[in-house]
């Protein structure tokens, strides 16, 4: 069955970096676009950054745009999300998705505090 399970999260001193992980298993890993979502307390859940399948095309929400980045490895059916000068706005919990098999990861916690 479609697994999906993040790692790499913590707490981190505002402009600081994290880099966050999701390895997926079940399913043909390349063949599928993958995205990264954040909810905050109290937050809608909102998309943060996208992934094609072969990983040529991706996009970030405006308000990390220059700070977080996205990438994945087909061989290693892992995909990334580098988060750098972090603020303490970006504190939340991140999942990964694959929109077309509408699978959630667990979720990893950011904070970022001081």
């Known amino acids: 069955q479609v697994q999906l399970v993040e790692s790499g999260g913590g707490l981190v001193q505002p402009g600081g970096s994290l880099r966050l992980s999701c390895v997926a298993s079940g399913f043909t890993f390349s063949n599928y676009a993958m995205n990264w979502y954040r909810q905050a307390p109290g937050k809608e859940r909102e998309l943060v950054a996208a992934i094609s399948g072969a990983g040529g095309s991706t996009s970030t929400r405006d308000s990390v745009k220059g700070r977080f980045i996205i990438s994945r490895d087909n061989v290693k059916y892992a995909v990334y999300l580098q988060m750098n000068n972090l603020k303490p706005e970006d504190t939340a919990v991140y999942c990964c998705?694959?929109?077309?098999?509408?699978?959630w990861g667990q979720g990893t916690q950011v904070t970022v505090s001081s």
């Open positions: 998705y694959a929109p077309r098999l509408e699978s």
